[in-house]
């Protein structure tokens, strides 16, 4: 339970981990597991400078550990930001280690300020990481184990610096067998393998998420997939239970002269105009209309609680939005067909788009570039 026995396991651990999440997991360019694997490798960089600034060079390594140290404890919140999918602070990240760094080296003569400078730094940097981890965590676990193992390590961190500040004498030499060091070591030690399994915990949560997202949308326009979209049109149906009072509109669009398009202009055009399509629905439907790509070029929506006059008014802004974008986009322009009917009371969603495809039809032999509708929805 020496000092120094702890900072080999320290750095024979992070080593060790890092090699784990390279062969098991495999650490894909800017991911959070990759800037952590750098995490691991900055505090076996870090401490091993700092157990080598015992035998020689003592000021130059001492101070690029530190840094090393403080690089790493950047890796972390660089690590949490791409977890959680916040920006990330490049600049910050870059300029405390260099900071600290300098600072270190000004104030090395001065043992006890130099011991205050790094602690508090290196403390406020996984204090930082800790609260992005911790406010709003609600019920994801690996936010909480993550956060509070970094809360956990700060605050000690933070204790050394107050420690060293107002009663220097007592402050323990880093290699000194004192309580304080131990203590430090051990739950570094463990900070270390909680990060790493709570980390590993939210690659797995990632990952089911993708799952999920390619199980139930299109990987081409980003809208719903025919079989997620009936799923979510038909419970939609059933809860509303009276669909004329909702104002329930069904809609089926299909591109006009797709397939020319596609033969004369390249199936990578198409694949662009598709991309656009989907980009335009996005845009232009609220968040509780329900959008999908039914099948090749052709589109469902299901909209509540739309009036005629607002449907009318949508209608027009999608076909004259979609042929601007391809215009610009593609130097074409683009436009649909489309049916669109009014959802009976107790009406099955199989029956309303048997309705709704009747009237794209009627729109398709009409000229195209229309929509069509019998009863009263436009």
């Not at 600049?91 to 130099?114: E, F, I, K, M, S």
Request: glycine residues 10%; aromatic residues 6%; charged residues 15%.
């Amino acid at each position: 339970m020496d000092v120094i026995t702890l900072l080999v396991a320290v750095l024979v651990n992070a080593l060790l981990m890092s090699l784990a999440l390279a062969v098991g997991v495999g650490i894909r360019a800017r991911s959070g597991l990759q800037a952590w694997q750098f995490m691991l490798l900055g505090q076996a960089a870090g401490f091993g400078l700092l157990i080598a600034a015992k035998q020689t060079l003592p000021v130059l390594l001492a101070t690029l550990g530190v840094m090393v140290l403080s690089a790493s404890a950047s890796a972390m919140t660089l690590t949490v930001c791409r977890f959680l999918g916040q920006p990330v602070p490049r600049r910050w990240l870059c300029v405390v280690p260099l900071t600290l760094g300098a600072a270190h080296w000004a104030a090395l003569p001065d043992q006890p300020l130099a011991t205050v400078v790094t602690n508090l730094t290196i403390s406020l940097q996984i204090l930082w990481a800790s609260g992005l981890l911790l406010r709003g965590a609600g019920q994801v676990r690996w936010r909480w184990l993550c956060g509070v193992a970094a809360a956990a390590n700060a605050l000690l961190m933070l204790g050394r610096a107050v420690l060293a500040w107002g009663w220097p004498e007592a402050y323990p030499r880093f290699t000194a067998p004192h309580p304080l060091n131990l203590t430090h070591l051990m739950l570094l030690n463990a900070s270390l393998v909680l990060g790493t399994m709570g980390f590993l915990l939210a690659h797995r949560d990632a990952a089911e998420q993708a799952l999920v997202r390619l199980a139930s949308l299109d990987t081409l326009t980003g809208l719903l997939n025919r079989r997620e979209w009936m799923s979510r049109a038909g419970r939609a149906l059933g809860v509303a239970g009276g669909a004329a009072d909702d104002a329930t509109v069904l809609m089926m669009l299909d591109l006009d002269h797709f397939k020319q398009i596609n033969d004369q202009r390249g199936h990578p055009a198409g694949d662009e105009v598709l991309k656009l399509t989907g980009e335009v629905l996005r845009g232009e439907l609220r968040a509780s209309d329900l959008v999908g790509r039914y099948g090749g070029e052709e589109f469902c929506l299901l909209l509540r609680h739309s009036d005629p006059d607002a449907f009318g008014r949508l209608d027009m802004r999608l076909h004259q939005t979609l042929r601007r974008r391809c215009e610009a986009s593609l130097g074409f322009a683009v436009d649909f067909s489309a049916g669109v009917v009014r959802v009976q009371p107790g009406e099955a969603l199989a029956a309303a788009i048997a309705r709704a495809d009747d009237q794209l039809y009627r729109a398709k032999h009409a000229g195209r570039g229309r929509t069509c509708s019998d009863d009263g929805v436009l």
